[in-house]
């Protein structure tokens, strides 16, 4: 990545579409639009991300190459700064609340196809998800809701952000390793972190829940990442860990995520402690 534009390879990875069918697209229809650096390379920003986006949905809806790729280019594209200016992502977290709420899988998925096909990661990460996922906890804690739509919903979002997170090692940037420690359940932040870091060049390792610090000892030494990332919403896991996680950190830096890790004690173990949130601390990082 070059001040925020994406070269071509991490650009085909976000948006979904091969390298040979961009550059097809682009000599053909002038979609997407890259610039280009003084080496020659291309460049692409999140208004080519959108325009992809577009182009891919009129391709499903049956239209020929060469009309889907007007559509998309006659469809407003918005800054990252104002993309929601009317609202809509309020909207999509609504309906997506609402269909979570009523065990409407279908419907469900079908919001998060909008989400994802025509917002960013970031955008769809930091607009919707996250905040729903903050939501959707309080509502649990306020017994506005039970067990069974939490689980629903939060297996339902896991699931759908497993789906983008295929072949997230791939490439050439620095490798991070991450994972929940023993006894932590909760992977959805921590999933968020990896696809802002993937969508940032990074490769991601990711081992997910209730993870054995002594898994993660032995896998740093063979895969040498540039830095291992834990997550935990308790503080308990990393207070059990604490001679393993010093351990750990003479090998590679460690960087501790989550509610857990905001205590003094945590705190006094000598490990990084990430307090923004996922996307905040992923552009910090790389």
């Known amino acids: 990545m070059a001040d925020g534009y994406l070269t071509i390879g991490a650009f085909s990875r976000r948006v979904g579409v091969s390298i040979e069918l961009l550059r097809a697209w682009e000599r053909r229809y002038g979609i997407p639009s890259p610039i280009r650096a003084e080496s020659g390379r291309r460049l692409y920003a999140d208004t080519d991300v959108q325009l992809v986006a577009g182009m891919r949905r009129a391709l499903a809806r049956g239209l020929p190459a060469a009309e889907a790729a007007r559509v998309a280019a006659s469809k407003p594209v918005s800054s990252p700064g104002s993309i929601d200016g009317g609202g809509e992502l309020g909207a999509v977290r609504t309906r997506l609340r609402d269909a979570l709420t009523g065990f409407d899988d279908a419907r469900a998925q ?102 054995p610090m002594a898994t993660l000892l032995d896998l740093t030494g063979s895969l040498r990442p540039a830095r291992v990332i834990l997550a935990s919403v308790r503080s308990e896991p990393y207070l059990a860990a604490g001679d393993l996680l010093a351990e750990l950190g003479r090998h590679v830096p460690v960087s501790l995520a989550g509610e857990g890790a905001r205590t003094a004690a945590v705190a006094d173990l000598g490990c990084e402690v990430l307090e923004r949130d996922p996307i905040a601390e992923a552009t910090a990082l790389a």
């Not at 930091?126 to 689980?151: C, D, K, N, T, Y």
């Not at 297996?155 to 497993?162: A, E, F, S, T, V």
Request: hydrophobic share 45%; proline share 3%.
């Open 110 to 211: 079908a919001e998060l196809d909008h989400l994802f096909g025509v917002y960013t990661v970031d955008t769809a990460l930091s607009e919707v998800i996250l905040p729903f996922m903050r939501e959707l906890g309080e509502r649990w804690a306020s017994r506005e809701i039970g067990v069974a739509h939490e689980h629903f919903a939060s297996n339902l979002i896991h699931g759908r952000l497993l789906s983008h997170a295929r072949k997230w090692d791939e490439g050439r940037g620095p490798l991070a390793l991450l994972a929940c420690p023993s006894g932590e359940l909760h992977t959805i932040g921590l999933l968020c972190f990896g696809l802002a870091l993937r969508a940032r060049g990074w490769r991601i390792t990711y081992l997910g829940a209730d993870t």
